[in-house]
């Protein structure tokens, strides 16, 4: 990682790889503030619903480091919630989201600020999230957007329980628009994706339990076996994606655990898969959900099994549309020009929980480089990944102008009608 400079008094600041362009948005104090926040929160992840010492350090964040004042800051549960002041009382409200929780792996990264909690790290980049939420905060705080700007720092991420929390809370009732973004070591610190149309997958998972008559192994035909049928049924699944989904319609199958039997001389009754199902549009979703149950049920009709299907709808897949991305777009312009806009380039089949919100309101999630001079492409959720710290400014300086542009919009329309 290229090392952050050093602000007065110590701090770290803003490195040398953040373009100038948003080198000069962040005193050293406000740069050093962020950095060391950051730092703090990677060195003390917490997991999903469990991110309460978090939020006590993000809510004292969004006031000593951004500036905001206590009354406009407040706890939902393990969320935090702030609101940056607009320039014109009634104007149209915005949102942005930055995540918080952490994942259950051992950090090796080696970083002199690693996690100091056993089998806990961010290993997804919510400690720079969170982070450059604040960081925009502040930047928001200096220079306003027309209408008012909700911060969410939002936990459970990782689980698909947060952003349903925060819209159950009704802390976005009346928001116009959301917007967030996610780092990506696949692109360079000052690259933007900010495209419209499918960005991130459905994650729908599945468990599927053949029930048959267990028997000695010497006397299989005394039996209806399940493990010859679960065999059957992991081979043919495979033909649902490659059969039945168009072959221009991103999908995956993944059976990813079996479970059965005891010993290695008893057929067991029973057998148990469970899975994923990952797609991009909901046609193809509910098509992958209909066939994997059709094919289960009639692959334990020819073993002579029973099958027992439970499918769990998670979150859905994450569409950016096309107007709030043409504003963040704008956003990425302003502040970087346009070579820094770079398309995603590949179809995503991870999944967001930031989809909830899009259910719900307009928005754009975007992909913001967090790779260093020089630095590998490493993959997220591994427990050597770390974004570059350089990535914050950059996060906190496109929100804060999709916030004012987005904004500005809502305000026109608004003035037009």
């Known amino acids: 990682m290229t090392a952050p400079a050093q602000a007065q008094g110590g701090a770290p600041s803003a490195g040398t790889s953040v373009p100038a362009a948003i080198r000069s948005l962040f005193s050293g104090s406000l740069a050093g503030g962020l950095v060391q926040l950051r730092r703090a929160l990677h060195q003390h ?50 949102a942005l989201r930055g995540d918080i929780d952490a994942l ?33 905060a502040a930047l928001l705080a200096a220079a306003p957007a027309p209408g ?35 780092v990506d070591r696949r692109f360079a610190v000052g690259q933007v994706v900010a495209d419209d149309g499918p ?51 991103p999908a995956v199958l993944t059976i990813a655990t079996l479970h059965a039997g005891t010993a290695n001389n008893i057929i067991p009754d029973r057998a ?28 334990a009709t020819a073993y002579r099994l029973e099958a027992r299907i439970t499918v769990e709808l998670g979150p859905p897949p994450l569409v950016n549309p096309h107007q709030p991305a043409e504003w963040a777009r704008q956003a990425v312009r302003t502040v970087l020009g346009d070579r820094a806009l770079a398309p995603l380039g590949i179809v995503n089949l991870a999944a967001e929980d930031f989809a909830r919100y899009l259910e719900r309101m307009p928005g754009c999630f975007l992909r913001i480089g967090a790779r260093e001079p020089g630095g590998d492409p490493i993959a997220a959720h591994s427990p050597h990944f770390t974004a570059a710290e350089e990535s914050i400014f950059v996060g906190a300086a496109v929100l804060a102008e999709t916030a004012r542009v987005s904004s500005q919009a809502y305000l026109a329309a608004q003035a037009a009608k």
């Open 199 to 249: 960005l991130a997958a459905s994650a729908d998972t599945f468990t599927i339990e053949l029930v048959g008559h267990g028997a000695h192994a010497a006397r299989p035909q005394e039996s209806a076996d399940p493990v010859v049928g679960a065999g059957a049924l992991i081979v043919a699944a495979q033909a649902i994606v490659a059969r039945r989904v168009h072959p221009a319609t």
């Open 272 to 299: 148990v898969l469970t899975g994923t199902i990952r797609t991009v549009d909901p046609a193809t979703r509910r098509l992958v959900r209909e066939e994997l149950e059709r094919m289960a049920g009639a692959i």
């Open 104 to 136: 259950p792996i051992q950090e090796a990264t080696g970083l002199p600020f690693a996690s100091q909690v056993p089998g806990v790290m961010h290993a997804c980049g919510h400690d720079v999230h969170a982070t450059w939420a604040v960081g925009a």
């Open 45 to 94: 992840p917490e997991l999903s619903l469990a991110e309460t010492e978090t939020a006590r350090r993000l809510a004292t964040a969004l006031t000593d480091v951004a500036g905001l004042p206590r009354a406009d800051v407040r706890l939902v549960g393990t969320a935090v919630i702030g609101r940056v002041r607009g320039r014109q009382p009634g104007a149209p409200v915005v």
């Open 148 to 182: 008012d700007v909700v911060i969410v720092l939002q936990p459970a991420e990782e689980i698909d329980r947060g952003a349903a929390a925060v819209l159950d809370a009704g802390v976005l009732d009346g928001v116009a628009a959301i917007f967030g973004g996610h």
